[in-house]
């Protein structure tokens, strides 16, 4: 049985006249990375809302269709339950803050204070998560001073630091530099590797490609594919659609336009490079011949 | 500090070395609430001026009387003034001072007036000294410990760095609507029309965000059912100390007995 | 406080805020009046008595750390948000001017619980601007009470007026999908179905 599973879902946001969701049917497995991308009001953030229950207990609204985690209905589980099980993060990191902490340590350790951790555990634990986040110089500043991107940084390592199954994530890179970024999706990897189910809505598709396991697109609420990565990113009927494509893919398709052929298109730095490399013995066996 | 001494720090009970700061926050309340109170219902000004007294020998012993100053000056001159001559100019008496454009200044009015201030005085120096020696997150996790509930403490620390927030974004908003032109100083009307669009945009703003700090609370398991830890911790309450809280409690309770039998004597 | 509407308890320290900050930048501006309590009436009129309660009660407590003497009139803010949650459910909100009309009941019922309090206990001294009338007034032969009262009722008069004006302006720029998820929904929004 799947971990989630959405059948034929329909939602419509109170005093909403369009459904922000349209039939939509997928299921996630348990330990994979779930990429979602699309155009912008395309369903993204409701899906986050839906598979962290906030979708109908928070928002209510019109919800129709089956949702179901560990196949229990979600119309029938306990928020307050679920949210010690499935971590959530989103774009705006201001709000992110809880302002009732006076050191960036204790607003770490404040989801873990409700969830009852003892005190050691959680001093070892923010240290950790402090160092996988580059946030060590902060520790001791006041969260509410801080620029946007630390206080992303902040609330992400706060979330992560709760160590929940599960993790949705909403843009959580959006004020960061390119190298926060990276930081970012490398610690989603290790907590892929540790074995938890993430689904992280992102722009930076190259990321994706390099990390995810599976992508959703979705387009003005309807799912328009959900497969593998390398399927999806390859998918040339979708770059229309608001999908942006993998540097590695535009490079492939320059290539091809050039007449040099790859035995398939390379969604991922590596793949790329080992494919070029290939082509370029292949031509140096030519050429000494 | 580096962060390991800082994160060492909360694993002992967190202490000052100040005897007063260290009482616990509740202690600390109920102790000089009963100051304060005694002092307007004794309603003696020698009494009450002697309690303004004895708190600024407390900030003195606190090692905070340049923070207490700092805010209880205001009151001095506020109250300590203005309320002082408004009483005595005002009050009815017999034993007219002195009298002049309707004021009249009598022994009644001055001694009405010493008692009102006196009174006023000191439970204001009562609750400054309580709030210059208590850390607000302190006061929280006591009342936690007494079983008041989380959500309470999340209202109190929340409701003050909202006011810091909403403060320098009122400044940030103001600074931005000057320099689009819209005056901020000159007759009534055009100061009243300079409040709206800085207060307009920053309500809506701050209401609007209650909506994503309810979703990221709840990703920190706020309303999660069972017993919370913490990383703070307070000294134990020790015999001495609550000994101390009853006899200002009594001495509380022997101020109201004195009030109500001097008064069912002069009736 | 636990059975409250979760966003209820997320709004009451921004009420709050928003009585403190609204007060300081009055003060600011250098405005002849207060509009210290447009954080009580906007939360008790979208989320009800109880929390409008917390927020006024609240306010003072946070005001009564610089100046404790603004505890002697703790009632009056609480009286807001009981007013302000009927006004909200009788449709006062709806319009300006029964809403500019309201802020003179307001302050005048408010002028009648803190005058005793302002002329028995302060002697007059209200410690705002009023108390200047109330000195001039005095002083040219009124007794405490009546001097108290008017000096009290020209300004509470003027500052509620204002006061309840922002209040609709505030209360009708919250967007639905936001009012929605507020326990007084239904006093704002016609096409409630749930």
Same mark, same amino acid.
């Given at each position: 049985?799947?971990?989630?599973?959405?059948?034929?879902?329909?939602?419509?946001?109170?005093?909403?006249?369009?459904?922000?969701?349209?039939?939509?049917?997928?299921?996630?497995?348990?330990?994979?990375?779930y990429g979602v991308i699309g155009e912008n009001a395309g369903g993204k953030t409701t899906l986050c809302n839906l598979l962290r229950g906030l979708i109908p207990h928070f928002y209510k609204g019109k919800l129709k269709g089956?949702?179901?985690?560990?196949?229990?209905?979600?119309?029938?589980?306990?928020?307050?339950?679920?949210?010690?099980?499935?971590?959530?993060?989103?774009?705006?990191?201001?709000?992110?803050?809880?302002?009732?902490?006076?050191?960036?340590?204790?607003?770490?350790?404040?989801?873990?204070?409700?969830?009852?951790?003892?005190?050691?555990?959680?001093?070892?634990?923010?240290?950790?998560?402090?160092?996988?986040?580059?946030?060590?110089?902060?520790?001791?500043?006041?969260?509410?001073?801080?620029?946007?991107?630390?206080?992303?940084?902040?609330?992400?390592?706060?979330?992560?630091?709760?160590?929940?199954?599960?993790?949705?994530?909403?843009?959580?890179?959006?004020?960061?530099?390119?190298?926060?970024?990276?930081?970012?999706?490398?610690?989603?990897?290790?907590?892929?590797?540790?074995?938890?189910?993430?689904?992280?809505?992102?722009?930076?598709?190259?990321?994706?490609?390099?990390?995810?396991?599976?992508?959703?697109?979705?387009?003005?609420?309807?799912?328009?594919?959900?497969?593998?990565?390398?399927?999806?990113?390859?998918?040339?009927?979708?770059?229309?659609?608001?999908?942006?494509?993998?540097?590695?893919?535009?490079?492939?398709?320059?290539?091809?336009?050039?007449?040099?052929?790859?035995?398939?298109?390379?969604?991922?730095?590596?793949?790329?490079?080992?494919?070029?490399?290939?082509?370029?013995?292949?031509?140096?066996?030519?050429?000494?011949? | 500090?580096?962060?390991?001494?800082?994160?060492?720090?909360?694993?002992?009970?967190?202490?000052?070395?100040?005897?007063?700061?260290?009482?616990?926050?509740?202690?600390?309340?109920?102790?000089?609430?009963?100051?304060?109170?005694?002092?307007?219902?004794?309603?003696?000004?020698?009494?009450?001026?002697?309690?303004?007294?004895?708190?600024?020998?407390?900030?003195?012993?606190?090692?905070?009387?340049?923070?207490?100053?700092?805010?209880?000056?205001?009151?001095?001159?506020?109250?300590?003034?203005?309320?002082?001559?408004?009483?005595?100019?005002?009050?009815?008496?017999?034993?007219?001072?002195?009298?002049?454009?309707?004021?009249?200044?009598?022994?009644?009015?001055?001694?009405?007036?010493?008692?009102?201030?006196?009174?006023?005085?000191?439970?204001?120096?009562?609750?400054?000294?309580?709030?210059?020696?208590?850390?607000?997150?302190?006061?929280?996790?006591?009342?936690?410990?007494?079983?008041?509930?989380?959500?309470?403490?999340?209202?109190?620390?929340?409701?003050?760095?909202?006011?810091?927030?909403?403060?320098?974004?009122?400044?940030?908003?103001?600074?931005?609507?000057?320099?689009?032109?819209?005056?901020?100083?000159?007759?009534?009307?055009?100061?009243?029309?300079?409040?709206?669009?800085?207060?307009?945009?920053?309500?809506?703003?701050?209401?609007?965000?209650?909506?994503?700090?309810?979703?990221?609370?709840?990703?920190?398991?706020?309303?999660?059912?069972?017993?919370?830890?913490?990383?703070?911790?307070?000294?134990?309450?020790?015999?001495?100390?609550?000994?101390?809280?009853?006899?200002?409690?009594?001495?509380?309770?022997?101020?109201?007995?004195?009030?109500?039998?001097?008064?069912?004597?002069?009736? | 406080?636990?059975?409250?509407?979760?966003?209820?308890?997320?709004?009451?320290?921004?009420?709050?805020? *928003?009585? &403190? =900050? @609204?007060? !300081? %930048?009055?003060? /600011?501006?250098?405005? $002849?009046?207060? +509009?210290?309590? #447009?954080?009580?009436?906007?939360?008790?009129?979208?989320?009800?008595?109880?929390?409008?309660? *917390?927020? &006024? =009660? @609240?306010? !003072? %407590?946070?005001? /009564?750390?610089?100046? $404790?003497?603004? +505890?002697?009139? #703790?009632?009056?803010?609480?009286?807001?948000?009981?007013?302000?949650?009927?006004?909200?459910?009788?449709?006062?909100?709806?319009?300006?001017?029964?809403? /500019?009309?309201?802020?003179?009941?307001?302050?005048?019922?408010?002028?009648?619980?803190?005058?005793?309090?302002?002329?028995?206990?302060?002697?007059?001294?209200?410690?705002?601007?009023?108390?200047?009338?109330?000195? /001039?007034?005095?002083?040219?032969?009124?007794?405490?009470?009546?001097?108290?009262?008017?000096?009290?009722?020209v300004s509470e008069g003027t500052d509620k007026i204002v006061c309840l004006i922002i209040i609709f302006f505030v209360l009708k720029a919250i967007p639905d999908r936001l009012k929605v998820k507020l326990p007084n929904a239904?006093?704002?929004?016609?096409?409630?179905?749930?």
């Amino acid at each position: 049985m799947a971990y989630i599973e959405l059948k034929d879902v329909d939602y419509v946001y109170p005093l909403a006249k369009e459904p922000a969701l349209k039939q939509v049917t997928a299921s996630f497995e348990r330990g994979k990375f779930y990429g979602v991308i699309g155009e912008n009001a395309g369903g993204k953030t409701t899906l986050c809302n839906l598979l962290r229950g906030l979708i109908p207990h928070f928002y209510k609204g019109k919800l129709k269709g089956d949702v179901l985690i560990d196949g229990e209905d979600i119309r029938t589980l306990n928020m307050d339950v679920l949210s010690t099980q499935m971590g959530y993060i989103f774009q705006n990191p201001f709000t992110q803050i809880s302002g009732v902490k006076n050191t960036v340590f204790e607003e770490i350790a404040l989801g873990m204070e409700n969830l009852g951790i003892p005190k050691e555990e959680m001093i070892e634990k923010v240290f950790s998560i402090a160092e996988l986040l580059n946030i060590e110089h902060l520790l001791q500043n006041n969260p509410n001073a801080l620029s946007g991107g630390q206080r992303q940084k902040v609330a992400f390592a706060s979330v992560i630091a709760m160590d929940t199954d599960t993790f949705v994530i909403d843009e959580p890179t959006s004020q960061l530099d390119p190298d926060g970024t990276a930081g970012i999706f490398e610690i989603i990897h290790k907590l892929k590797e540790q074995g938890k189910t993430i689904v992280l809505v992102e722009h930076k598709i190259d990321l994706l490609a390099e990390y995810a396991d599976e992508v959703l697109v979705l387009k003005k609420g309807e799912l328009l594919a959900k497969g593998r990565t390398s399927e999806v990113l390859s998918d040339f009927t979708l770059t229309g659609q608001g999908v942006m494509i993998p540097h590695t893919v535009s490079f492939y398709q320059e290539f091809s336009a050039r007449g040099h052929v790859f035995s398939k298109v390379p969604i991922t730095k590596s793949e790329c490079v080992s494919q070029l490399a290939g082509m370029i013995q292949g031509k140096k066996g030519e050429e000494s011949v | 500090m580096d962060n390991r001494t800082f994160a060492n720090q909360f694993l002992e009970p967190k202490r000052t070395g100040n005897f007063i700061k260290d009482l616990n926050p509740l202690s600390k309340l109920n102790i000089f609430l009963a100051f304060g109170l005694s002092a307007l219902i004794l309603g003696d000004y020698r009494y009450g001026f002697g309690m303004v007294v004895f708190l600024l020998a407390v900030a003195v012993l606190a090692g905070c009387l340049r923070s207490y100053l700092k805010v209880y000056w205001k009151i001095l001159l506020f109250f300590g003034v203005f309320l002082f001559g408004m009483k005595a100019a005002f009050s009815p008496g017999e034993q007219i001072l002195w009298q002049k454009w309707g004021i009249h200044i009598s022994v009644e009015s001055l001694h009405s007036a010493l008692v009102l201030t006196s009174g006023v005085l000191a439970f204001c120096a009562a609750v400054i000294m309580f709030v210059q020696t208590t850390e607000w997150s302190d006061l929280t996790y006591a009342l936690e410990q007494k079983g008041v509930s989380h959500v309470t403490s999340f209202v109190i620390l929340s409701a003050f760095q909202s006011i810091s927030d909403l403060g320098v974004n009122a400044k940030v908003i103001m600074e931005s609507q000057k320099a689009r032109g819209i005056e901020t100083e000159g007759n009534v009307i055009r100061r009243i029309k300079a409040y709206i669009p800085v207060m307009g945009p920053l309500v809506l703003n701050a209401i609007s965000s209650v909506e994503e700090k309810s979703i990221a609370m709840d990703a920190r398991a706020f309303s999660a059912a069972g017993t919370h830890t913490y990383l703070l911790e307070l000294p134990k309450v020790k015999g001495g100390e609550k000994a101390l809280v009853a006899v200002v409690d009594i001495l509380l309770v022997l101020s109201v007995v004195w009030r109500v039998a001097g008064w069912l004597i002069l009736n | 406080m636990k059975k409250w509407n979760k966003l209820t308890i997320f709004l009451i320290p921004i009420g709050i805020a *928003v009585n &403190a =900050v @609204g007060g !300081q %930048l009055a003060l /600011a501006l250098k405005l $002849p009046v207060f +509009l210290d309590c #447009i954080g009580t009436f906007v939360t008790a009129a979208l989320c009800g008595i109880g929390p409008g309660l *917390v927020v &006024a =009660v @609240g306010t !003072q %407590l946070i005001n /009564a750390i610089t100046t $404790p003497t603004v +505890l002697a009139y #703790i009632e009056i803010g609480m009286l807001f948000a009981v007013e302000s949650f009927f006004f909200a459910k009788w449709g006062i909100f709806k319009s300006l001017w029964k809403s /500019a009309l309201s802020g003179i009941g307001v302050a005048l019922v408010a002028v009648c619980l803190a005058v005793p309090t302002t002329a028995f206990f302060l002697g007059g001294f209200a410690g705002t601007g009023a108390t200047t009338i109330a000195a /001039a007034l005095m002083a040219s032969g009124w007794d405490v009470l009546p001097a108290t009262f008017v000096s009290e009722a020209v300004s509470e008069g003027t500052d509620k007026i204002v006061c309840l004006i922002i209040i609709f302006f505030v209360l009708k720029a919250i967007p639905d999908r936001l009012k929605v998820k507020l326990p007084n929904a239904a006093f704002f929004i016609k096409e409630m179905e749930e």
